[in-house]
């Protein structure tokens, strides 16, 4: 049987091996338009590669049908897949990394391990179009016209353009009649209307609340970093999933918490210790000159030298609940996976089209996205997972 998968990412190389080694008899072809494989996954984890997580969690997803397809390979036997192939992981905390902690040996391993089990590579060739004939899928590329059994397509979406996200294959998608939910950048920094230019760089472990339209939606203990006009960290990463997710809104507020782990109360008290200490230096004791500088500008206390009781209530109240308006995502240059793509329903149970016979999809095509923690490898992994089984069918 010829299987061949569109995309050298994350999930058409875990099919390409998970296929070889159930069946190596299987003909796997494997067509991507990057000169090398696995482009975007050489960036993953800051090059460390998380590549699972021990614990899913409520919105760990976007959806539970998402959620379910990861739990069915949970780590458990994706680690054995691993081993099975030759790779050791270890656990930092809840989460997966490859035993080396580095995507760079990884992807080599596995590429090298691809290929000596017979898995063809065809490089530079965009996916033009795909269409059945008599059965098989006929696949027109740039270069030239193949023909498969069955067809995986495995084209990530639009995140990092420039390691290859595209959503090319999803307008062929929509133009075929799939359901595609249009695509927004989640995993990235934010805009936000305040002014956040004297703190640019600094850092801050904090408390991060997410509120859509008055509603508490997300919360995060985390660090964040300060950008020239907005907000970052992982926290903030997963925030911007959150809102993403949310596509009709009015409002949205990010709410820093510096002291989660006083009330505001607790908080006054001990302020109000320390003014007497430090006399005319309260903030600087406490916080960098930047952020400092901050508090100062936007506390909305006129009087930052002495002072009262009243003012001090206020300063608690403000680092409890510093609050920025969502403007805008820093785009998908800066995002790490997308929100949106191919409808699940538009497929079966084995992600194979109800419509399009020998036809899947699997990995960020589909709209399925994960928070940080190695959540979208372990979907790319799992949707691939889940076709196995009808892909080898004969
Ligand atoms: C900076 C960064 C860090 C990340 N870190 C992590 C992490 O630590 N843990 C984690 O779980 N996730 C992480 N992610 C997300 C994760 O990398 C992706 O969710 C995952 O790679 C998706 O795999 P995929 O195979 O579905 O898509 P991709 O990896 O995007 O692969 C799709 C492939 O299809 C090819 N393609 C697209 N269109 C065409 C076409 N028309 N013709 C031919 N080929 C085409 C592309 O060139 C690409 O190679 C990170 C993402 C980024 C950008």
Redesign the pocket.
């Known amino acids: 049987m010829k299987v061949g998968i ?9 099919l390409a091996l998970m296929l070889k080694f159930e069946n190596e008899k299987v003909d796997v072809t494997i ?4 000169a090398n ?5 050489l ?4 090059g ?6 021990l614990e899913i969690k409520d919105n760990s997803y976007n959806c539970e049908a998402v959620s379910q397809i990861v739990r069915d390979f949970d780590w458990t036997k994706q680690e054995e897949f691993f081993k099975n192939i030759g790779v050791l992981t270890r656990n930092i905390g809840n989460l997966v990394y490859p035993f080396s902690l580095s ?1 760079k040996s990884l992807l080599d391993y596995l590429v090298d391990f691809a290929k000596q089990n017979k898995v063809k590579f065809v490089s530079n ?4 179009d795909y269409e059945l004939v008599n059965g098989k899928v006929k696949v027109t ?2 270069k030239k016209t193949f023909s498969f059994d069955k067809f995986v397509i ?4 639009a ?2 353009p420039q ?7 999803l307008s ?1 998608l929509e133009k075929k009649g799939y359901k595609v939910v249009e695509s927004r950048p989640g ?1 990235c920094p934010v805009r936000v209307e305040e002014n956040t230019k004297i703190v640019e760089n600094q850092r801050v472990k904090c408390d991060v609340t997410l509120i859509i339209d008055k509603k508490e939606t997300y919360k995060e203990t985390g660090e964040v970093l300060f950008k020239k006009d907005g907000l970052s960290g992982i926290a903030i990463f997963n925030t911007s999933s959150i809102i993403a997710r949310s596509s009709k809104f009015k409002k949205a507020i990010i709410r820093l918490d510096l002291f989660p782990d006083k009330t505001t109360d607790e908080l006054y008290r001990e302020l109000t210790l320390l003014n007497v200490i430090s006399q005319k230096s309260l903030l600087s004791g406490i916080f960098t000159k930047e952020i400092a500088e901050f508090v100062r500008r936007n506390s909305g206390i006129k009087n930052l030298n002495t002072y009262t009781a009243s003012e001090l209530k206020k300063l608690a109240l403000y680092l409890k609940n510093i609050d920025f308006t969502y403007k805008e995502s820093y785009g998908f240059n800066d ?4 929100v949106g793509g191919v409808k699940l329903d538009c497929l079966t149970e084995s992600l194979e089209s109800k419509t399009e016979k020998n036809v899947f999809i ?5 709209n399925a ?2 928070l ?9 992994m799992a ?1 691939g997972h889940k076709a196995l089984d009808e892909i080898l069918k004969e």
């Open positions: 569109l995309g050298q990412g994350a999930s058409g190389i875990f067509i991507d338009k990057n494989p696995g482009r975007k996954f960036a993953t984890g800051n460390r590669c998380n590549l699972g997580n995507a060739e965009n996916l033009l590329t740039s495995a084209c990530g979406n995140s990092g390691l290859g996200g595209s959503t090319s294959v062929i995993l995002s790490q996976v997308s699997i990995g960020e095509a589909l996205d994960g940080c923690g190695g959540f979208n490898l372990m979907f790319a949707s």
